[in-house]
T-cell receptor
């Protein structure tokens, strides 16, 4: 069956540091891949997505590339801000969506 | 534009009491609807999903049930709450795009959530 594995957190960074949150998946076919972000006390919201191999999703300085050869969809940002502190979920699209367990990001001033 | 509402925002209930959480979607028709639970410090657990009125699929057997009496209304219920039912409940919807119909997935749009505490 489908599965998503993402690195455990929390990830703690200083402002302006480089961010990578790893995500790998197992799936049949060519599902869409997503990153969602959850701010404290709120629901999830779409951050970015990619629908086919080698697609790069990007939004608000965040990027992730759909790598079929390594079955990965790692999230990156060149310079994080305190306001990026949140929980990030990698997800795989299918008839029944599959989510990773979430990675908490804490950014210090 | 589409919006999704959940209520109540917070709820404190005693063990053994009933539960009814409501979710409504505006600005779209015939959506797929989902209920998730998020326990403290843990990921999302899919509880139920629905592809149409009266069509409910359960992912995890437990003392919860779901109903979809109208196209854009999704209700989560319980006859008797357990301590383990505490958590953050999220409703979500997605469209029926070509990719979704092929099982390749479409964006999910989440509501603001209901924080349930069972004492």
């Amino acid at each position: 069956g489908n599965s998503v594995t993402q690195m455990e957190g929390p990830v703690t960074l200083s402002e302006e540091a480089f961010l990578t949150i790893n995500c790998t998946y197992t799936a049949t076919g060519y599902p869409s891949l997503f990153w969602y972000v959850q701010y404290p006390g709120e629901g999830l919201q779409l951050l970015l997505k990619a629908t086919k191999a080698d697609d790069k999703g990007s939004n608000k300085g965040f990027e992730a590339t759909y790598r079929k050869e390594t079955t990965s969809f790692h999230l990156e940002k060149g310079s994080v801000q305190v306001s990026d502190s949140a929980v990030y979920f990698c997800a795989l699209g299918s008839y029944i969506p599959t989510f990773g367990r979430g990675t908490s990001l804490i950014v210090h001033p | 534009s589409q919006t999704i509402h959940q209520w109540p925002a917070t709820l404190v209930q005693p063990v053994g009491s009933p539960l009814s959480l409501e979710c409504t979607v505006e600005g779209t028709s015939n959506p797929n609807l989902y209920w998730y639970r998020q326990a403290a410090g843990r990921g999302l657990q899919l509880l139920f999903y629905s592809v149409g009125i009266g069509q409910i699929s359960s992912e995890v057997p437990q003392n919860l049930s779901a109903s979809r009496p109208q196209d854009r209304q999704f209700i989560l219920s319980s006859k008797k709450l357990l301590l383990s039912d505490s958590g953050f409940y999220l409703c979500a919807w997605s469209g029926k795009s070509g990719r979704a119909l092929l099982g390749l997935g479409d964006t999910q749009y989440f509501g603001p959530g209901t924080r349930l505490t069972v004492l």
